[in-house]
């Protein structure tokens, strides 16, 4: 699956939940997208939680930005680098990130990045 098509069928599932929660605070709404009540709830949001798996190591893995605003990507190609093609980044260039290069392929790996992912983060920037 190409990125575009991945994020816009998250941003369709997200924005489902969303619609069902609008009774809700916006700390409810936060709380709602916990990785433990996901995973229970909402099984379908993430094929990781079938495995009972995380995408980042931490303890309270919030998934409200599942699919974080500072990832860009273009399945055309972002830039060439030497003999390369970069498909995505991060906009940020966040200390956590790193690059995956697969063939001539090269990709964002955000899986150390937690930064969208805590109930602070998306307090801020969410909505």
Known sequence: ????????EHQHKHQNIVAKLVHRSVD?????????????HESDFCPLYAQNVKCHQIESLNCYFCACP?????????????GKIRYSGCAIESK???EYIYGNAIHQDCTHCT???????????GR
């Open 1 to 8: 699956m190409q990125y575009k098509a991945w994020f816009e």
């Open 28 to 40: 409810e709404v936060i709380g709602y997208f916990d990785y433990e009540n996901m995973r229970i």
């Open 70 to 82: 500072h990832f860009v990507f273009d399945d055309g190609g972002l830039e060439r680098v030497g």
């Open 96 to 98: 956590e990130g790193r």
């Open 115 to 125: 930064l969208p992912h805590s109930k602070a983060y998306v307090a801020k920037w």
